[in-house]
């Protein structure tokens, strides 16, 4: 089981980027997916997160309202369409993926929840 991010880059502040989350060896379909960032010195942080069952989308209020989250099931892929870009949205970007049922509502925020983890994407916004 393998999951690669891609997509990141140098952009200015305002742009956009979109990442992309793909599998092998698992149907993302099946997994709710989450999408994390880590800044240097920082800790790793929870950014958006799709279900598997609903498809309801969750997004961290500093991201709400510029990024979406979605699924494209027949390439097997989750994306991360961000827009209107900003200094502090510079961050190794990472994709998780976990399949199993959760005592909690919330916990697609923690990051111990997921079973895998891709390869990190850096994303760099310029001032």
């Known amino acids: 089981v393998q999951l690669q991010a891609s997509g990141g880059g140098l952009v200015q502040s305002g742009g956009s980027l979109r990442l992309s989350c793909a599998a092998s060896?698992?149907?993302?379909?099946?997994?709710?997916i989450g999408w994390f960032r880590q800044a240097p010195g920082k800790e790793r942080e929870w950014v958006s997160f799709?279900?598997?069952?609903?498809?309801?989308?969750y997004y961290a209020d500093p991201v709400k309202g510029r990024f979406t989250i979605s699924r494209d099931k027949p390439k097997n892929m989750v994306y991360l369409q961000m827009n209107s870009l900003k200094p502090e949205d510079t961050a190794v970007y990472y994709c998780?993926?976990?399949?199993?049922?959760?005592?909690?509502?919330?916990?697609?925020?923690?990051?111990?929840?997921?079973?895998?983890w891709g390869q990190g994407t850096q994303v760099t916004v310029s001032s």
């Open positions: 799709i279900s598997s069952s609903d498809g309801r989308r």
């Open positions: 060896g698992l149907t993302l379909d099946y997994y709710g």
């Open positions: 998780a993926a976990d399949g199993s049922l959760h005592a909690y509502s919330m916990w697609y925020q923690g990051k111990y929840e997921y079973a895998y």
